[in-house]
């Protein structure tokens, strides 16, 4: 009856350390998938920004583009008026 009960504790006792031991392991588990989730995120906003800059520069030197064209041609009509004043 003693020896029994003892027996029992003990392995009440065992399983209770590896039932905490697991769930220690479960949290460090799931803190370093936390962690690496949060690197993994960080990594892709900093991609996204990046790509975001990228696409703000390439606008950018597009409007330019556009903008420079438009006073190209704006100064040929200029141009082509002032020759034909010449000519008339």
Same mark, same amino acid.
């Given at each position: 009856? *003693?020896?029994?009960? %003892? /027996?029992?504790?003990?392995? &009440? %006792?065992?399983? !209770?350390?590896? *039932?905490?031991? /697991?769930?220690? %392991?479960?949290?460090?588990?799931?803190?370093?998938? %936390?962690?690496? +989730?949060?690197?993994?995120?960080?990594?892709? #906003? /900093?991609?996204?920004?990046? +790509? !975001?800059? @990228?696409? &703000?520069? @390439?606008? !950018?030197?597009?409007?330019?583009?556009? @903008?420079?064209?438009? /006073?190209? &041609? +704006?100064? *040929? &009509? #200029?141009?082509?008026?002032? !020759? #034909?004043? *010449?000519? #008339?």
């Amino acid at each position: 009856m *003693r020896r029994g009960a %003892r /027996e029992r504790a003990r392995t &009440a %006792r065992a399983r !209770a350390r590896a *039932r905490a031991r /697991e769930r220690a %392991r479960r949290a460090r588990a799931r803190a370093s998938g %936390r962690q690496r +989730r949060s690197e993994r995120a960080r990594r892709a #906003s /900093e991609r996204a920004s990046e +790509r !975001a800059s @990228e696409r &703000a520069s @390439e606008r !950018a030197s597009e409007r330019d583009e556009r @903008e420079r064209a438009s /006073e190209r &041609a +704006r100064a *040929r &009509a #200029s141009e082509s008026e002032r !020759a #034909s004043e *010449r000519a #008339s």
